[in-house]
C-alpha cells in the first residue's frame, strides 16, 4: 500500500508539475511577448518617411536602452526586396545600441501579424525577436520593423519558477508520503493487534480472541471465533466417531479373541459374523466423517431433482419391475454436497425399491412453505409398525432379515442428514399405504 501511494503521488505530481510549469512559462513568455510588441508597435506608430525615402520617428520611443550600446535590447528596420530602388542604402536601419552588428532577420516570408522567435545570433546574448512587416504611408517599399531583447531576463525567471516549483512540489511529495505512509501504518494498526491477540491466544492456550478490538476488525474477529468455534466442533465429532467406533469394535473383537482362545468349534461362522458387524461399523462411521468433512468445505448448492434422477436411473436397473414417480422439485436446491445427498436419497429409494410392492413415488418440496425443502419416498409395501419406526433407526436394525442388507442405510441416512442440521421421519403413505419417509433438508440460500 505504501510502495503504491508512492507511485501514484510521484505520477500525479509529475504530470500536475509539468502542466504548471508549462502555463507558468507560457504566462511569462506571454508578458514578455507583450513588452516587446508594446515597443514593435510604438515603432510603427511613430515611423515616417523623409524627403529622401528614409524612415524616421516622428518622436523619440522613450526607451533609453535603444541608445546603449550592447544593452540587450534593439530595434531595426529593414526594407524587403528593393535593392533596384534608390533607397536601398537606407534598406536597414538599425538602433544605436547594436552598434555596428545588423540583426538577422527572417526575410523568407512576410509577416503582416507580429511573430515571435528567438535567435542565437549572439553566441553569449539569446534573443527574443518580434517582428512585422508593413507599408507605410507615402512609400511602396515593404519594411520590416523587428524589437529584440536578451533573453537573460526571460530565462531568469523561467529558471526561478521551475526551481520553486521543483523544490515546493518535492516537500509537497515527501509530505504526502509520510501522511500515505502514517496512514497505512495507522490504518493497518487493528491487524497487527490481531494478530499480536492470535500469537498471545496459541502461546496462552484460549481458545479464543477475548480482547477488545476497534470496531474496523470485530467482524473479522467474530469470524475467527466462529471458525474456532467450528474447529472444535469437528474435533469433538472426530473423537465422538473415533470413541464410538472403539467402543462398537471392542465387543467383536473380544468374541473373537475368545473363540481362538477357546478354540470354538465355531470359530468359522464366529469370524464371519463378528466381522460383518465390524465392517458395518466402519462403514458408518465412515460415512459420518466424510459428511462432516464436505460439510467442512463451504456452503453447497445442489439441485434436489438432478440427483434424485440420477438415482432413479441406477436403481432401475436392480429393480426392473418397479415403476418411479419423481414430482416437483424442477428448481429445488439444498445446501448439502452432491455425494451426500446422493447417499441419502440412494439408500431411501433403494429401500422403498426392495421392500416395496412395485410402485415408488418420489415427491420433492412436497410442503413449499416449510422452511425447509422436504422430500416424501413412498411405496406400496407392508410398511412399518409405528412402535418399531423408532428402533429401525439404529445400526444394524432390520425388520425383515430375508432380504440382503447391512441394516445401515436409514442409520446412515439420519445420522448425514442432522449433520447438515435436516431431520428423517417414518409414518404411512396414505397413497400407496406403504412406509413414507419425510426427509427434510435445508435450502440452499
Not at 503504491?4 to 508549462?22: C, E, Q, S, T
Not at 464436505?294 to 419391475?321: I, K
Request: proline letters at 5%; charged letters at 25%; a negative charge.
Amino acid at each position: 500500500m505504501m510502495a503504491i501511494a508512492a507511485i501514484w503521488i510521484g505520477v500525479l505530481l509529475l504530470g500536475g508539475g509539468f502542466a504548471l510549469d508549462r502555463t507558468l512559462t507560457r504566462m511569462v513568455e506571454s508578458n514578455f511577448d507583450d513588452q516587446l510588441e508594446y515597443l514593435l508597435n510604438a515603432m510603427i506608430v511613430t515611423a515616417e518617411i523623409g524627403p529622401d525615402g528614409e524612415v524616421y520617428f516622428n518622436r523619440p520611443l522613450g526607451e533609453p536602452r535603444f541608445l546603449e550600446p550592447n544593452s540587450g535590447l534593439y530595434w531595426q528596420i529593414s526594407a524587403q526586396g528593393q535593392e533596384d530602388t534608390p533607397s536601398y542604402s537606407l534598406a536597414t536601419k538599425p538602433s544605436r545600441s547594436l552598434w555596428d552588428t545588423p540583426l538577422r532577420l527572417r526575410e523568407d516570408h512576410i509577416d503582416t501579424d507580429p511573430h515571435f522567435y528567438n535567435s542565437d545570433q549572439f553566441t553569449d546574448e539569446p534573443l527574443r525577436i518580434v517582428e512585422r512587416s508593413v507599408i507605410l504611408p507615402d512609400s511602396e517599399t515593404r519594411w520590416t520593423f523587428a524589437v529584440a531583447s536578451a533573453r537573460e531576463e526571460l530565462d531568469f525567471q523561467i529558471n526561478r519558477i521551475r526551481s520553486i516549483l521543483i523544490w515546493s512540489f518535492a516537500a509537497l511529495a515527501l509530505g504526502l508520503m509520510a501522511m500515505a505512509m502514517l496512514q497505512s501504518w495507522y490504518g493497518l494498526s487493528p491487524l497487527r493487534r490481531v494478530r499480536a491477540a492470535i500469537q498471545s491466544m496459541r502461546s496462552q492456550g484460549t481458545n479464543r480472541i477475548t480482547e477488545p478490538l476497534p470496531l474496523e476488525v470485530e467482524p473479522l474477529v467474530e469470524e475467527i471465533n466462529a471458525l474456532l468455534a467450528h474447529t472444535e466442533k469437528q474435533a469433538e465429532e472426530a473423537r465422538t466417531h473415533a470413541g464410538n467406533l472403539a467402543h462398537a469394535l471392542k465387543t467383536p473383537l473380544t468374541v473373537l479373541t475368545n473363540a481362538a482362545t477357546a478354540r470354538s468349534p465355531d470359530l468359522n461362522e464366529a469370524v464371519i459374523r463378528e466381522t460383518r458387524t465390524m465392517q458395518r461399523h466402519v462403514d458408518h462411521h465412515l460415512a459420518r466423517a466424510r459428511a462432516v468433512g464436505r460439510r467442512a468445505v463451504g456452503h453447497a448448492r445442489v439441485p434436489v431433482r438432478e440427483s434424485a434422477e440420477a438415482v432413479r436411473r441406477a436403481v432401475e436397473r436392480l429393480y426392473h419391475g418397479t415403476r418411479f414417480d419423481i414430482a416437483g422439485g424442477e428448481e429445488s436446491t439444498v445446501a448439502i454436497e452432491r455425494q451426500d445427498l446422493d447417499e441419502i436419497l440412494g439408500n431411501l429409494i433403494e429401500n422403498a425399491a426392495k421392500y416395496g410392492g412395485g410402485s415408488v413415488f418420489v415427491t420433492i418440496d412436497a410442503e413449499p412453505g416449510s422452511e425447509q425443502c422436504v422430500i416424501w419416498v413412498e411405496d406400496d409395501g407392508v410398511g412399518i409398525p409405528e412402535a418399531e419406526r423408532v428402533r429401525i433407526f439404529d445400526r444394524g436394525a432390520r425388520l425383515d432379515t430375508g432380504k440382503p442388507g447391512t441394516g445401515l442405510g436409514l442409520a446412515i441416512v439420519r445420522d448425514v442428514a442432522e449433520i447438515y442440521g435436516g431431520s428423517v421421519e417414518l409414518g404411512e403413505s396414505e397413497d400407496l399405504g406403504g412406509l413414507l419417509v419425510r426427509l427434510s433438508l435445508p435450502r440452499a440460500g
